[in-house]
């Protein structure tokens, strides 16, 4: 499921490089956490948690129910 993972988020960056930031994918754990780091103005952002939890997490999660959670690391 990493592979899908990865591929979906390169679906989601294109709307995060369009406010000048950007999302890497870290890691899957054992338990179906995705970890990611979020990059350029993302980074920074009083709202990254938000964009984190009600954008990607959103996606992933209805895309792939498995997913316990996604987590932003630095």
């Known amino acids: ?3 899908q993972v990865k591929e ?3 679906g989601i960056r294109p709307m995060l490089q369009r406010d000048g930031g950007d999302v890497e994918f870290v890691e899957m ?3 179906n956490v995705v970890r990611v780091r979020l990059q350029g103005h993302c980074a920074g952002c009083p ?3 938000m ?3 009600n954008g990607i997490e959103k996606l ?3 895309k792939y129910p498995d ?3 996604v ?3 630095n």
């Open 47 to 49: 709202y990254s948690q």
């Open 71 to 73: 987590e932003s690391v």
């Open 8 to 10: 979906a988020l390169e």
């Open 60 to 62: 992933l999660k209805e």
């Open 1 to 3: 499921m990493e592979l």
């Open 67 to 69: 997913i316990k959670s």
């Open 29 to 31: 754990t054992e338990d």
């Open 51 to 53: 964009t984190v939890k």
